[in-house]
C-alpha cells in the first residue's frame, strides 16, 4: 500500500484501503469522545461538586436541627415548668408591690418623710 496512491478526497473514502479506513474511524471516535469529556462531562462534573459541597452543609444543617427537634418536647416541658415558676412569682411580687404602695401611701416615714425620730435624754 503506498500512501500517494490513495485518494484522500473525503467523498471518496469508500475507495480508502481497510487499514486506513479503521484509522480514520479511531481519530474521529477520539475527537468525539474528547470533545463530549470537555464540553459536556467537565461542566458537568464541576456542578455535581458544587452540589455535593451545598450536600454536605445541608446535611449539617439539618443534623443541627434535628438535634434540636429531638429535644424539643423536652425544652417545652421546661419552658412550662419556668413559666409556671415564673408566673407564680409575678404573681407574687405583683402583691408584695400592691401592699408596698398600699402601706408606702399611709405611712410617710418613709426616707424623706415629714415625721422624724426625736431622741429624748434624761
Known amino acids: 500500500m503506498n500512501l500517494s496512491e490513495i485518494n484522500w478526497d473525503i467523498n471518496a473514502a469508500g475507495t480508502w484501503p481497510t ?14 469522545v474528547a470533545a463530549d469529556i470537555y464540553y ?7 456542578e455535581l461538586n ?6 454536605a452543609n445541608l446535611k449539617v444543617s439539618f443534623e443541627t436541627k434535628q438535634k434540636k427537634a429531638i ?7 421546661q419552658l412550662e ?8 412569682n409575678v404573681e407574687t411580687n405583683a ?8 402601706v ?10 415629714r415625721i422624724g425620730v426625736q ?4
Open 104 to 113: 408606702g401611701g399611709h405611712f410617710p416615714n418613709r426616707l424623706g418623710g
Open 40 to 46: 459536556i462531562t467537565n461542566p458537568q462534573l464541576d
Open 81 to 88: 415548668q419556668i413559666e409556671s415558676s415564673l408566673g407564680g
Open 119 to 122: 431622741i429624748v435624754s434624761t
Open 50 to 55: 458544587a452540589l455535593e459541597q451545598e450536600e
Open 95 to 102: 402583691d408584695q408591690s400592691r401592699s408596698r404602695q398600699s
Open 19 to 32: 487499514p486506513v479506513k479503521i484509522a480514520a474511524g479511531v481519530i474521529v471516535s477520539v475527537l468525539v
Open 71 to 77: 429535644n424539643l418536647p423536652d425544652y417545652l416541658a
